[in-house]
Structures are given as structure tokens and as C-alpha cells.
């Protein structure tokens, strides 16, 4: 019904940058708050960012001044722009959207994408 799918993981170096997407497609009436969590080997799931539809933001104190969430409701992503990436921010990183599909409203995850911060 309704699919996440996230791009822009990868490599890089420490103090590098990266910027991962997250589009929404599918049956859906409107998207509400969107966010990113990430998940490092041997750690239980941490948020890391959140933005609501009213564009609202909250960060985890680990990545604030370095993260920044944004969304394009015209186009359903939401993007997270990672700056001064540190090794410790290492890890599969999943978007989330709470989704209005008729008269309900869903949970939906993204598949992950890594990250890596590496020398």
C-alpha cells in the first residue's frame, strides 16, 4: 500500500558529510510527522531526528548542530543533511512516517541505509 524508500548511505570520511532521502509512494492522503532513527551493532534503536507537518523539528542531543531534518511535502520526502559525521554516527539508518490512509493513520518504516564514517 504504501512503501518507503531511502537513498544516500554510504562512505565517508570523519568530517565528511552525507545527505539521506526518503520518498513516500503509494495510496496515502497525507504524511504527519516524519523521522529518522539509526541503529548501530550491539545498540538498541535510537531517534535521531523528527519534523512534523507544521515543520517542527527535535533533535537527539548527539546530532544537534550537526543534523539537519527537512521535508518537501509536494514531492512526500523527507531528507536528513548529516554534517561533521563523527565514527559514533555509524550505523542503518531508518525512516519513518506516520501516514494517513483513509480514515486511519499508519506507521510505516523505510528498508535502512548505512552508514558508514570511516578513515
Known amino acids: 500500500q504504501v512503501q518507503l524508500v531511502e537513498s544516500g548511505g554510504g562512505l565517508v570520511q570523519p568530517g565528511g558529510s552525507l545527505r539521506l532521502s526518503c520518498a513516500a509512494s503509494?495510496?496515502?492522503?497525507?504524511?504527519?510527522?516524519m523521522g529518522w532513527y539509526r541503529q548501530a551493532p550491539g545498540k538498541e534503536r535510537e531517534l535521531v531526528a523528527t519534523?512534523?507537518?507544521?515543520?517542527?523539528?527535535n533533535y537527539a542531543d548527539s546530532v544537534k548542530g550537526r543534523f539537519t531534518i527537512s521535508r518537501d511535502n509536494a514531492k512526500s520526502t523527507v531528507s536528513l543533511q548529516m554534517n561533521s559525521l563523527k565514527p559514533e554516527d555509524t550505523a542503518v539508518y531508518y525512516c519513518?512516517?506516520?501516514?494517513?490512509?483513509?480514515?486511519?493513520?499508519?506507521?510505516?518504516w523505510g528498508q535502512g541505509t548505512q552508514v558508514t564514517v570511516s578513515s
Open positions: 519534523i512534523t507537518s507544521g515543520a517542527s523539528t
Open positions: 503509494g495510496h496515502f492522503s497525507g504524511i504527519n510527522v
Open positions: 519513518h512516517s506516520n501516514i494517513r490512509t483513509g480514515w486511519t493513520t499508519t506507521n510505516y
